[in-house]
């Protein structure tokens, strides 16, 4: 078997005999590195593979393109490595059988089929920034050794699995450790957990980091890319093959794709970066640069763009044959009573996109969003590997009975597309539906920060007992205490039911009892 490449400038050889495998040099840039190359594996005249893509590349080079051998090759030398871009890449590779795979994989030096090319560029930085960059990489490369170890895909665990990251949300601020719980216990609802904590805490830094972190998409450098600034897992890397990040905040601090025409083409071709997607408000202004600390040139995207880009999921929803499972994880919207009027079955059973435009831009804000999240998630969760979903502040824009539905539909959309949610919050409503061993608590004290976990069971839990227990809300930070107290003063009990029409409820009455019982009035 020979390997011949297809390289950018034109110069590429012309096979003459099969089976042979043709290397297309893709435009990719990991911070300077292009070793990106797509695969196909030509069986004989008729009869050809994709296989994907896989990275190639080259000991002593910096920067630039992996110089193959332009004439073709059998096998490459010792100067050089790879690695496929996804686990379908091997187990395409596997079905071919050993005469092909042991041939293919040692004339790539593959890195995951060779211990000993391995041992030779684990430490290298290109090794760890373009080969290794994303962190499903990881997880292919665990998975790609035991399937030709033992012939057969190594199964990913049913019952959920731990996150645990060492992270720190601001520059000089401590490195401390978040955990957070997926595993499946007695039946109760493991796929979503919550982190919520005052304002200024870093709550959606650190959901920031985690998407930099579990994708490895977003860094400024390859120094960064190397030292992994945003931080690092624990123990053991989450089983995760996909990180789609949810924000609705014109301040969200999320890195955003698309820097250049290379990954603006990929984004339109596949959906995401290699496992990477973000949707929300803000995009990338023309001149933004892709810096890790300072991402302030940004703009909101318009209306219209917003539109576009719900039409693009939903397309990608009936594209991926995924039309009913989105009317299920809609059935709990169904019932929240400001959507009964939409129409919302006509939208999804509906092919025409003019349709589908119309009827979106006539809907709220707050719906709006809702419809979007939830044909979103649907359009872009594989599926067939865990995903890890990021969701900051879905509180925005939406009254709590709308809030719990679409929570509902999330974790419906989570179970039927192998998802797993972490929620930055700052709602009760959030974690009334959430078992307290899925909620953390993220705290500051100056530039100390720590998470803890709760005493209290939320789920199910009034929101007032919620807000007090996490937020410590207690008489002196509410206004209405103030107001009646000084009312109480100069007024009856009587007189000041009247002022309200005679509706005060029993909280503001035992209120005002009280502090008149306190001064003897």
Known sequence: MKFFGKFRDGNSPKPHSFPHVILAQDNWDDYGYKTTFDATLHLNGNECIALGTVKIMEEGREHGYTDLPREGFEKLD???????????????????????????????????????????FEDSEAFKVSLMRFSGAERTFADAQRLFRSTRRARRPEAGFLVKVSTRVARGANRF????????????????NAVIGYNGTGKTRLLSNLAIIASGYGYGSKEEASAKTAGRFVDTPPPVKKVVVVSYSAFDTFVIPGKDDVEKARLESEGDLFGYVYFGLRERAEDAEDDFEDRTRYRLRTPQEIEAEFVTALARVREADRSETLLRVLRPLLLDASF????????????????????FRSLSSGHKIVLKIVTELTAHLDGDEPTLVLIDEPETHLHPPLLAALLKSIRHCLEELDGYAIVATHSPVVLQELPSRFVRVLRRVGTENAVDELTLETFGESIGVITQEVFNLDDSATDWHGTLSELAEGNTLEEIEALFGGSLGFAARSHVVSVQDENDL
């Open 340 to 359: 009964q009027r939409i129409g919302l079955t006509r939208l999804y059973a509906q092919g025409d996109p003019d349709d589908s435009i119309d009827l």
């Open 177 to 192: 450790v978040a955990r957070f719980d997926f595993r499946q216990r007695d039946g109760l609802p493991h796929r979503m």
């Open 78 to 120: 010792k100067r050089f490595c790879s690695f496929g871009g996804d686990l379908d890449y091997y187990e395409k590779l596997l079905k071919l059988g050993p005469a092909v795979y042991q041939v293919y994989l040692s004339g790539l030096r593959d890195a995951a089929y060779s211990d000993e090319t391995f041992a030779r």
